[in-house]
């Protein structure tokens, strides 16, 4: 997921009336108190996405731990079976 950034004024779209590229763009001012909040809500943005990924990594892991459970079980009915056939077959 990429954030839009478009919304915050530090990240001011390109517009057709924008200076020349000659002429440098004025610095860009913000208050204590913008910049906080602004910290503040990338934070928050920041771990939400860290709590899904959490999640997601969890539901895999559990994923990964009942497929490595099947793959045994699997295993040793298929031992199991060969091993059945083969005393068949010596008898």
């Given at each position: 997921y990429v954030r839009d950034l478009s919304s915050w004024s530090?990240?001011?779209?390109?517009?057709?009336?924008s200076p020349a590229p000659h002429q440098p763009a004025?610095?860009?001012?913000?208050?204590?108190?913008?910049?906080?909040?602004w910290i503040k809500e990338e934070f928050q943005f920041?771990?939400?996405?860290?709590h899904s990924l959490k999640l997601e990594?969890?539901?895999?892991?559990?994923?990964?731990t009942e497929m490595q459970r099947h793959y045994v079980m699997y295993y040793e009915m298929s031992?199991?079976?060969?091993?059945?056939?083969?005393?068949?077959?010596?008898?």
């Amino acid at each position: 997921y990429v954030r839009d950034l478009s919304s915050w004024s530090r990240w001011p779209s390109p517009r057709r009336d924008s200076p020349a590229p000659h002429q440098p763009a004025p610095p860009f001012k913000f208050t204590i108190s913008e910049s906080c909040d602004w910290i503040k809500e990338e934070f928050q943005f920041l771990q939400a996405q860290y709590h899904s990924l959490k999640l997601e990594c969890e539901k895999l892991a559990s994923e990964k731990t009942e497929m490595q459970r099947h793959y045994v079980m699997y295993y040793e009915m298929s031992y199991g079976i060969n091993d059945l056939f083969s005393t068949n077959l010596e008898k």
